[in-house]
């Protein structure tokens, strides 16, 4: 009898486990529930495949998440398709929910963290942007950890406003990613306009994607941010974040 059960135990494990392997990479079935062609806003059904346990910030919980639930990122060499503005990403890099240097923020939902499909770079991209976020954390013990928008979705593509107004001309090949400037009153969540961020430690954000090697930073013109011209560009729309992009 005993022997029986041990089977049974066995072979529910090994279901489980085919299963767990079985499962496709969680971009491919994003992407397939993205690519339907009505234009309606990106809904629930769409967002099902990439369910990811909430958010967890152990410095507000007693509870610490347990390893299992940490992170990980699947690393693979990306490859940039075209342009910004016209291109797709291939091999993306999905960037996790949050960590201890960061939040995701989701800008059309207005809260965190941003939904996964949202949150798809080049390896490069995400590399560069968790080290930028961590040696900018090292640098300001006290500072609040970083907001990090929108990458690109799982293959790239038209990220436009049929995915949440107002949606982005570029995005699409796993070369941008948003980042909003840390707020005065500390709090983890996207500023509101000019007036609600910290100058110096924005500046300083935009300093280091400058020195990581960001060919363009577009920062808002009532920001009073700057840096080298023909790198750091102000643009409209960009008065509660910045917006990276590394060369192609
Ligand atoms: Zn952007």
Not at 36 to 42: E, L
Not at 162 to 170: N, T
């Given at each position: 009898m005993r022997l029986v059960v041990i089977v049974l135990v066995a072979g529910g494990l090994a279901a489980a486990a085919g299963g767990m392997l079985g499962t496709q990479e969680p971009g491919a079935a994003e992407e397939r529930g993205v690519s339907?062609?009505?234009?309606?806003?990106?809904g629930d059904a769409r967002e099902a495949p990439d369910r990811e346990p909430p958010a967890r910030d152990s410095r507000d919980r007693s509870t610490a998440a347990p390893d299992s639930d940490k992170p990980r990122i699947e690393w693979r060499s990306s490859q940039a398709v075209g342009l910004p503005h016209a291109g797709n990403l291939e091999r993306g890099v999905k960037l996790p929910f949050g960590g201890v240097n960061y939040f995701t923020w989701d800008?059309?939902?207005?809260?965190?963290?941003?939904?996964?499909?949202?949150r798809w770079g080049t390896d490069r991209l995400v590399r560069t942007t968790l080290r930028v976020v961590r040696d900018f954390a090292a640098a300001h013990p006290r500072a609040p950890r970083i907001g990090i928008g929108d990458l690109s979705r799982?293959?790239?593509?038209d990220f436009g406003p049929?995915?949440?107004?107002?949606?982005?001309?570029?995005?699409?090949?796993?070369?941008d990613v948003d980042l909003y400037y840390p707020r005065l009153d500390r709090r983890e969540r996207a500023p509101?306009?000019?007036?609600?961020?910290?100058p110096s430690l924005s500046q300083d954000l935009v300093d280091r994607f400058v020195r990581a090697g960001a060919e363009t930073v577009f920062v808002g013109p009532n920001t009073d941010l700057g840096g080298p011209p023909g790198v750091v560009v102000p643009l409209v729309n960009h008065d509660n974040h910045l917006h990276a992009r590394l060369p192609g």
């Open positions: 339907v062609t009505t234009p309606t806003p990106v800008p059309i939902q207005k809260e965190s963290p941003n939904r996964g499909w949202r799982p293959r790239g593509g049929r995915y949440g107004l107002p949606g982005h001309a570029s995005h699409q090949n796993g070369l509101l306009g000019p007036d609600q961020i910290d």
